[in-house]
């Protein structure tokens, strides 16, 4: 972050803590792949085993069916989990948490 958006925030009266930009524990995208990852491979258990070109077309396949899979249900719940994980790290003062 920005010092200029670091010291406006700070005048907002937000508090900014010091932990890496990518925290995993924040970071809803790393679950989500992790969920496509695990449905691609019910659809295609053999994927590492096939040679790199026909893995990429597999996918090129399989993929819109993948996310097709993961729950709008699912997704919302992940979301619902923000309020804890934010306190958890909060709490934690930017370091691991269960998360």
Same mark, same amino acid.
């Given at each position: ?8 925030l700070v005048t907002q009266?937000?508090?900014?803590? *010091? ?11 790393? =679950?989500? +792949?992790?969920?496509? !990852?695990?449905? /691609? ?15 990429? *077309? ?8 993948a996310w097709e899979n =993961?729950? +709008?249900?699912?997704? !919302?719940?992940? /979301? ?20």
């Amino acid at each position: 972050m920005s010092k200029r958006v670091r010291e406006w925030l700070v005048t907002q009266g937000i508090r900014v803590l *010091k932990w890496p930009p990518i925290s995993p524990d924040l970071n809803p995208i790393k =679950i989500v +792949w992790a969920w496509l !990852k695990q449905e /691609v491979y019910k659809l295609v258990p053999n994927l590492h085993e096939l040679g790199k070109e026909d893995a990429r *077309k597999k996918l090129e396949e399989v993929l819109p069916q993948a996310w097709e899979n =993961i729950s +709008w249900d699912k997704m !919302k719940r992940l /979301v619902e989990t923000y309020p804890r994980r934010i306190q958890a790290v909060l709490k934690a003062r930017g370091w691991y948490t269960k998360y």
